[in-house]
């Protein structure tokens, strides 16, 4: 298809000049380029064909081996004055951001082709959508858009010939990490990305323009772009109730937006709809309450630990048309890693390319992962068991709870209720979480992460945290907002909770509230359940295991206190005065205990 979109074709011309590839190919989102695509990728070795007999259009990728999860101290927000980006983004000053990135942008191309590709976050046509345009020389980029956006002529058609678009520009150049960047300019609604080819920092539809770039449009818009799950519980009666979840990357995220119910549940006729499992677009109707949308068209999980008991419904979900980053590639052309379904295989190739076999030891004796802890699937939305009916609806879905959760062993008990929406915010600006395998450093060490979104707030958090209290003074019917922590440890260090599908149990206390159907009791942190009102049929938990769960220890919190008011201090005077005051409330509530 051909477009008119003088801007768009202006620009396209621009970076070819500057990148100079041998050719330029429109993506048109069609199943015969696609495969064409492949057969390329297949024949420079950029991706390997998988055993289509037992993963039908099923492609493995390999990425550089500095080059395997975001790499966050190399991503900036590039606005005029470093404030606006604020104390928790790198910054770097526009002109200068783009100068540098040009010189390492510059023939990047040189023997490559350049493909473009026109892409919608959100359903074609849906007011909650928006529309970019990435340009690459990576393949495995191409068909990874394709699985994750709704991408191809569709999207030029919806954008006709002046439509507004965010301009993103990849390249590999050459994968070199000490030039690598990835650059967020929101007052130009750009985004570069060079010497990267790590998901993450490269499907420039997903983290880079659904959260950083929308964050910052949905501030000036009115409304949220948020690190959120979106999932539907059906009940006998078929009622459903939508929920929004946040929790930092590989912290039972996607598991939770897939979720099976335990028999107990099923009998009960409880149903888990999928709608999303990553991001939430969340806009005030008429009825003020929030609808959301997901903005994705597909998964982009991580692998290990994921099997059929921990998150069946992904297991399933991946069986086709799947592109696997990262793993172990057995013999017979099939993937495995770490926590997988079946036997360990006695030989493999890792995921840099050498031969495996689990007796392998490092240097300092310990095994030799056969997968990256950050392996990757990218699989289309709509091969999960669980697809909500409602997940392409242009309208989206009514939220009726916001769920906040972390990883800590100690301090937050399994689950609390805020008393207000206010409280919520600061419930969510509190949110400490271990650091996970998705983030490129330590690992193990607590980090402070406000409804998960310290990675990808592209602007201000205190203004960010001023714009979640200003729609909650627009909303007159508000979400419910409720803190979980899956990961309680007892004095052993084992998880006292067994999460996963058992989550629903937690899951239908958070409804009973919502719809005002029990009480809770009153704490200084917020409202905790009576134990009596959580379904524990079937579960072994001794009463010293319950009582641990619910927990509130008033020294481990009045010690949060001091750290969250440190953490405060960084934002100065834009951070808003609410949240001190709920900070000096909490404190006066632990206190008087």
Not at 175 to 187: A, C, E, G, S, V
Not at 210 to 226: D, F, P, Q, T, V
Request: hydrophobic share 35%; glycine share 8%; net charge neutral.
């Amino acid at each position: 298809m051909k477009t008119q979109h003088k801007e768009l074709l202006n620009w396209i011309d621009e970076m070819a000049k500057m990148c100079k590839p041998d050719k330029i190919v429109w993506i048109d989102g069609s199943d015969k380029q696609k495969e064409e695509l492949k057969k390329e990728a297949f024949k420079t070795g950029e991706l390997i064909e998988l055993n289509q007999k037992i993963l039908p259009g099923c492609v493995y990728h390999r990425t550089a081996i500095n080059d395997v999860a975001r790499t966050e101290h190399l991503t900036f927000i590039c606005t005029k004055k470093k404030e606006d980006a604020g104390p928790t983004n790198n910054w770097m000053d526009p002109e200068e951001a783009y100068k540098k990135a040009s010189s390492f942008f510059s023939n990047s191309m040189v023997g490559r082709i350049m493909y473009v590709i026109p892409f919608s976050m959100g359903p074609v046509n849906s007011k909650f959508s928006k529309i970019g345009v990435e340009l690459t020389d990576s393949i495995y980029v191409v068909l990874n858009m394709l699985i994750m956006t709704n991408a191809g002529d569709k999207v030029l058609e919806a954008l006709g010939n002046n439509g507004d678009f965010t301009k993103c520009l990849h390249s590999k150049a050459e994968l070199d990490i000490n030039k690598r960047l990835i650059l967020h300019f929101p007052q130009d609604n750009t985004i570069w990305s060079v010497n990267s080819g790590y998901g993450g920092n490269v499907l420039l539809g997903k983290k880079c323009l659904s959260l950083r770039i929308a964050s910052y449009l949905a501030r000036y818009e009115g409304w949220l772009a948020e690190h959120m799950l979106i999932i539907g519980i059906e009940d006998k009666k078929g009622n459903i109730t939508y929920i929004a979840g946040a929790f930092p990357s590989a912290c039972g995220k996607t598991n939770l937006a897939m979720l099976i119910p335990p028999d107990p549940f099923i009998k009960k006729g409880y149903k888990v709809w999928t709608v999303g499992d990553d991001i939430a677009w969340m806009r005030i109707k008429d009825d003020g309450r929030l609808w959301a949308i997901n903005p994705e068209t597909g998964f982009f999980g991580v692998l290990p630990g994921t099997n059929s008991k921990t998150n069946p419904n992904a297991i399933k979900t991946m069986q086709k048309n799947t592109i696997y980053t990262n793993t172990l590639l057995k013999e017979d052309g099939t993937v495995w890693w770490e926590g997988a379904d079946g036997p360990v295989p006695e030989f493999g190739f890792d995921w840099t390319g050498k031969p495996w076999n689990p007796n392998l030891k490092d240097e300092s004796g310990n095994p030799v992962k056969g997968a990256n802890p950050n392996s990757r699937f990218t699989a289309p939305i709509k091969q999960c068991p669980s697809i909500s009916p409602f997940v392409n609806d242009p309208e989206g879905v009514p939220i009726s709870a916001i769920i906040f959760g972390g990883r800590r062993a100690t301090l937050a008990p399994l689950i609390y209720q805020s008393f207000n929406w206010q409280h919520g915010v600061f419930t969510g600006s509190i949110m400490a979480s271990e650091i996970t395998a998705a983030q490129y450093g330590a690992q193990g060490k607590v980090r402070r992460d406000p409804m998960a979104m310290i990675p990808f707030c592209g602007y201000n958090m205190g203004d960010y945290f001023k714009h979640w209290i200003n729609i909650g003074k627009r909303l007159s019917n508000p979400p419910q907002i409720f803190h979980v922590n899956w990961f309680r440890t007892n004095k052993n260090g084992n998880f006292i909770w067994p999460g996963f599908g058992d989550n629903i149990r937690v899951l239908e206390w958070i409804i009973k509230r919502c719809n005002n159907q029990i009480e809770a009791d009153k704490t200084p942190i917020g409202f905790i359940p009576k134990i009596k009102d959580i379904d524990l049929t079937g579960l072994d938990l001794k009463q010293s295991d319950l009582a641990e769960l619910f927990k509130i220890d008033k020294k481990e919190w009045l010690e949060e206190v001091e750290q969250i008011d440190q953490f405060y201090l960084q934002f100065g005077d834009r951070f808003p005065e609410e949240l001190k005051q709920e900070l000096n409330q909490l404190k006066e509530r632990l206190t008087n205990i």
